[in-house]
């Protein structure tokens, strides 16, 4: 009878808390828990055991829920971080791009300007027949040259002195190399300074006109002036010693 009386007490308990309604809206794990709880508790304690392990296993699927819900959370947060690494990722690697993209049209156009500018400043100093004195208007433009090229950091003045092919290679290897020197010193004289001027001596090894073409003679008694960058004058350096 005892027995009984707790039976219609925890289904009153059951029915009154509205739990058949309740358990059936609830997750799927607590209605497994109540339903677990309850055939554990029954089976251990009889009615009693019935109503207490209802209670647990209630509260227990209730925790899985519960625990189970933060894990799809916690996942779903690690997920949307990783897609923001992603896309943070993709857009450094664009920047990175862009910024490679950007500096090879700085280099192309630095390059395109030297030699611009190169060409612009290449003169040639023509002397008269074995002569490598240089005169007044000769003296100014050089130095107007070397206003222009001493504030520019890098940059090197590279002289070639030439002769004609009259004569013979001894004293023309001299005759250029004092022609070379002559421009030289009207550049220090103007400003340049001389560490950043290279001088080589070609003698007649370029010459190609005849004797008989005067014109073409007197283009190939000159010094070449050329502006260069600080490796090329390094090279011109090692192969002049």
Partial sequence: MRNQIIVLLAGSMLA??????????????????????????????GPIGFVIGAAFGGWLGDRFHHERSERVASDQRATEAQARASSLESRLSGTEQQLASTNARLWNERVAHRQELEQALAVDVLFRTEDSVIDGATEQRLAELASLVAPMDG????LDGHTDARGTQEYNDQLS???AASVRDALIRAGMPAERIVATAAGE????ASEQDVDGMAL?????VRIVGLDDASQVAQQTQ
């Fill in 205 to 208: 090894a370029e010459s190609t």
């Fill in 155 to 158: 940059t090197v003045i590279r």
């Fill in 16 to 45: 009154t808390t509205g739990w058949t309604a309740e358990k059936a809206r609830a997750p799927k794990e607590e209605s497994i828990g109540v339903g677990s709880g309850a055939a554990i508790g029954a089976i251990a304690g």
């Fill in 220 to 224: 190939e008694r000159r010094v070449q």
């Fill in 177 to 179: 190399a004092a022609r």
